[in-house]
T-cell receptor, first 118, second 109 residues
Framework: ETGVTQTPRHLVMGMTNKKSLKCEQH?????MYWYKQSAKKPLELMFV???????ENNSVPSRFSPECPNSSHLFLHLHTLQPEDSALYLC?????????????????FGEGSRLTVL | GQNIDQPTEMTATEGAIVQINCTYQ??????LFWYQQHAGEAPTFLSY??LDGLEEKGRFSSFLSRSKGYSYLLLKELQMKDSASYLC??????????WGAGTKLIIKP
């Protein structure tokens, strides 16, 4: 496989359920991201992992819990979600420049996990 | 605050030319990206501009004016497969990507 793979592609869950989204990248990148995409809104950055270390947490509610066991895998654990959390959750990866670890900007996205919270 | 503005939706005819504009106000500037996203698919990279001027890549071109905080994506010889959303994003001084809400382009025969 190549690129960025996300599973599941679709998920329906109740507010009391616990589920996880999975992302895997086969590009040798050293940074991985979770984004939330809602209709007609800009992509919202949720979490960033650089070299497996979390470097960004953009005021995301604690009902979203990321996990990055290695540079190729990223999880988003979900629990007690709200209906307004229904959205497309996109995983992305990128290459960081050496030294300063600055994001080069070009992101490679997975096709997303469409989440519906009932 | 930081802001990226682009039209919500545009319609064009197959074979024609369309220009999608993007204006930005950000804390610093380290480049501007355009991504294409077909419905139900992943966004994919189209172009990157960091210097003023026009970058051409086949039927697609991207223009940047840093002094005006302005960019456009120009699509020529439109094809039905070009129907998609086009996302503008700016890399700010902290190397964070600031995203626009996207422009949905509808191509009619």
């Amino acid at each position: 496989e190549t690129g960025v793979t996300q599973t599941p592609r679709h998920l329906v869950m109740g507010m009391t359920n616990k589920k996880s989204l999975k992302c895997e990248q086969h590009l040798g990148h050293n940074a991985m991201y979770w984004y939330k995409q809602s209709a007609k809104k800009p992509l919202e950055l949720m979490f960033v992992y650089n070299f497996k270390e979390q470097t960004e947490n953009n005021s995301v509610p604690s009902r979203f819990s990321p996990e990055c066991p290695n540079s190729s895998h990223l999880f988003l654990h979900l629990h007690t979600l709200q209906p307004e959390d229904s959205a497309l959750y996109l995983c992305a990866s990128s290459h960081l420049t050496s030294g300063g670890g600055a994001n080069t900007g070009e992101l490679f996205f997975g096709e997303g996990s469409r989440l519906t919270v009932l | 605050g930081q802001n990226i503005d682009q039209p919500t939706e545009m319609t064009a005819t197959e074979g024609a030319i369309v220009q999608i504009n993007c204006t930005y106000q950000t804390s610093g500037f380290n480049g501007l990206f355009w991504y294409q996203q077909h419905a139900g698919e992943a966004p994919t990279f189209l172009s990157y501009n960091v210097l003023d001027g026009l970058e051409e890549k086949g039927r697609f071109s991207s223009f940047l004016s840093r002094s005006k905080g302005y960019s456009y994506l120009l699509l020529k010889e439109l094809q039905m497969k070009d129907s998609a959303s086009y996302l503008c994003a700016v890399l700010d001084s902290n190397y964070q990507l600031i995203w626009g809400a996207g422009t949905k382009l509808i191509i009619k025969p």
